[in-house]
């Protein structure tokens, strides 16, 4: 900076160097006496004159250059080319334009060098009059001053469109020339806007296409409607339309419902500037159009500026939602369980089947009850603890487990209850899903009263068929048997006495079959009522079977009864000897065994009895409709007891039976209906 300021001292210094030694010279010529020294001491003086004349006319005259300079920088930079107003730099002599801005060359049908008249044809001929009294003016007075008219100028589809506009006239003053700035200020904000540089209204114009908005401008005196693409594309226009249109001239093509409710919420007497509302848009098509639009009142230049942001995907999907939510509320509604949803301790939610369960009017009835309105005091607390569980994260639901629950009645039921987390209303969430198991109980305890009077009547059947052998049994060997013991004798006196041969063949006939009656009736006794059974004992009793059925067939046996105790239950008694009977039986039928076992053990509660053979096995499953084994399975279960069998293909047979001892057939039968309730708790 120092070094500048030194170089612009140069020239002063110079020019005072130069006033010195001409003046020092100057007195030498009235001092020297010699012509010759004199006439160049005149010379150098003269030189030095005119030199310091030369730099002082330059300058005096680079000021002047500067200063225009300046000036006309400042005008240019800020008012001509940095403002985005149309602005001309006009020359107030001859009214030539020498320069425009770009916001000019855009908006404006001019050119630089053009004359006046070029320059009137931009204004509306109506305002001619008044413009030229303007223009006089300018170049009369040379002062700051404006006026409004109506401009004709260009959109964006280069159409000109006359807008009122206020024009500024800005003099310019150099030393060289007058000049003026004249700048034009639509008074649409749009076409301001539609004027500002070039890369500036295409950022606009990206910002608005992404953010969505359509842009537009109601002129309220004129009626005509500036719109951008976006709502052109709202409406359903083609590119035959383009902005600006009158108003009534675009109903014609398209739903202008929007604007003209805008139009009436401004002019009308709400007195509002601005507003925010959900319109729905009918584009051409028919095709229905959600719009959000907000829009707000220029009072003084009476305009409209809005926007509408359309939604129709966003109010589409939130109608799908609705239709789901709707669809849902009806399937859970349609769900015979009963559900119920709890934010903090307190009900929010109750589908159809709870409402009914808990015995509530309605929903609205049900809101805001605590969880304890609706357990039993006993079940209070787990239930709570399961939900803090859940709370705390440690786990996510709970399956079905019985509670006792009360209605809005006071009345108490029992139910199956699931407890589930889950997120409700954006909130996290106790969801019961509720089993009503009073009909359930109900059924059951009916059930088990039936089968316990089956069973009891099963028993007494089974008692007196075990009665009834026994009888026909008594009746086989006491009478039966006793005829045919007779017959035999008989047939022996005969034989004795006779002589002919062929009567004696007779009778030997007679005498072998009555034998052999004879020994069917007694088998048949024994199969009835095994003697045994009542005069030797149990143990004993099984220890005949086995010899009997299995000694035929040279099948090796054996029993253990160390561990067994002689029975007072003589029913019990019967029930596992015919166990034991029909399971020998099956084994010499089927199993080709060449080892049976069979174990015996008792106490005061139950008998015990295992029988195992190393047959051919055979296939559980297959056989389970066997009617030996359903019979067998079905005589314990009667009896109270418990039945299983194990086998397999080539594995053996092993049988297991516990049969009570606690409950007698004899207690059963003085039992004639039942008493008791069943609670699945």
């Known amino acids: 900076m120092a070094r500048y300021d030194k170089r612009r001292l140069l020239p002063h210094l110079a020019v005072f160097l130069t006033v010195v030694l001409s003046s020092g010279l100057f007195t030498l010529y009235f001092v020297s006496s010699s012509k010759l020294i004199q006439w160049l001491l005149l010379i150098f003086v003269a030189a030095g004159v005119y030199f310091f004349v030369d730099r002082l006319l330059e300058v005096i005259f680079k000021g002047r250059e500067t200063y225009s300079h300046q000036v006309r920088s400042i005008f240019y930079n800020e008012i001509l080319h940095q403002g985005y107003n149309p602005c001309l730099l006009i020359s107030v002599n001859d009214f030539k334009i020498i320069e425009m801005n770009y916001s000019a060359s855009k908006a404006l049908s001019l050119s630089k060098n053009q004359p006046l008249s070029s320059l009137m044809d931009i204004f509306v001929e109506s305002d001619s009059e008044g413009l030229n009294e303007w223009i006089h003016s300018i170049k009369t007075h040379l002062n700051y001053s404006t006026h409004i008219t109506n401009v004709r100028i260009k959109d964006r589809h280069g159409k000109l469109i006359p807008k009122v506009s206020k024009v500024t006239a800005m003099p310019v003053k150099t030393f060289e020339k007058e000049l003026v700035i004249i700048k034009v200020e639509p008074k649409s904000r749009m076409l301001s806007v539609a004027n500002e540089p070039y890369h500036l209204l295409k950022n606009i114009d990206i910002t608005r296409h992404a953010a969505g908005t359509a842009y537009w401008e109601l002129e309220i005196d004129t009626n005509l409607l500036f719109f951008s693409s976006l709502v052109a594309e709202l409406l ?11 108003l009534e001239e675009l109903e014609k093509v398209a739903d202008c419902a929007v604007f003209n409710f805008a139009e009436q919420m401004f002019t009308g007497e709400t007195g509002k500037h601005s507003f925010h509302s959900q319109k729905m848009i009918i584009d051409r098509n028919g ?14 230049d009476k305009v409209i500026l809005g926007t509408l942001y359309d939604m129709t995907s966003i109010k589409t ?47 609205s009835e049900a809101r805001d009850m605590r969880l304890s309105e609706l357990v039993s005091d006993n079940d209070k607390s787990l239930l709570r603890d399961r939900i803090k569980y859940m709370l705390a994260g440690k786990k996510r639901s709970y399956g079905f487990t019985s509670f006792r629950l009360r209605k809005s009645t006071g009345e108490f039921f029992d139910a199956e209850v699931a407890v589930n987390l889950i997120i409700y209303e954006a909130v996290e969430s106790i969801q019961f899903v509720i089993r009503d198991l009073t009909e359930v109980l109900r059924v059951k305890n009916a059930l088990a009263k039936a089968n316990f009077r089956l069973s009891a009547l099963s028993s007494k059947t089974l008692q007196l068929i075990e009665a009834e052998r026994k009888q026909i049994a008594g009746e086989l060997h006491d009478d039966v048997g006793q005829s045919l013991t007779a017959i035999l004798l008989a047939t022996k006196w005969v034989s004795r006495r006779l002589e002919e041969e062929a009567l004696l063949e007779k009778v030997s006939d007679i005498h072998l079959i009555a034998s052999q009656s004879l020994d069917t009736v007694r088998n048949l006794s024994l199969l009835l009522r095994p003697a045994q059974l009542d005069s030797l004992g149990f143990s004993p009793a099984i220890k005949w079977q086995m010899d009997k059925l299995l000694s035929i067939d040279d099948i090796h046996y054996e029993i253990d009864d160390a561990g067994f105790l002689e029975l007072k239950d003589k029913q019990a008694e019967i029930v596992g000897f015919r166990i034991v009977q029909e ?27 295992q029988v195992s053979d190393d047959g051919v096995g055979f296939d559980v499953h297959a056989q389970s409709d066997s009617v030996g084994l359903v019979n067998m399975k079905e005589r314990v279960e009667l009896a109270g007891g418990d039945f299983k069998i194990f086998s397999k293909p080539l594995l053996g047979t092993d049988i297991k039976v516990e049969i009570p001892l606690r409950i007698s057939f004899s207690e059963l039968e003085s039992t004639d209906v039942y008493s008791g309730e069943l609670h699945d708790r």
Not at 236 to 246: A, E, K, R, V
Not at 318 to 345: G, H, T
Not at 588 to 602: D, E, G, I, M, W
């Open 287 to 300: 095709n229905q159009k959600f719009v959000v639009m907000q829009a707000h009142y220029y009072e003084t």
């Open 583 to 609: 399971s020998l039986t099956n084994i010499v039928k089927h199993a080709n065994a060449k080892t049976v076992k069979v174990k015996l053990s008792s106490d005061l509660e139950v008998l015990i009895i």
């Open 236 to 246: 359903g226009l083609d590119n035959t339309f383009s902005s600006p249109m009158l």
């Open 317 to 363: 999907s939130e109608i799908k939602l609705r239709q789901r939510e709707q669809q849902m509320n009806q399937l859970i509604d349609s769900i015979p369980e009963s559900i119920l949803v709890l934010q903090k301790s307190k009900v929010v939610f109750l589908n159809r089947a709870a409402v009914k369960l808990f015995a509530f009017s309605d929903m």
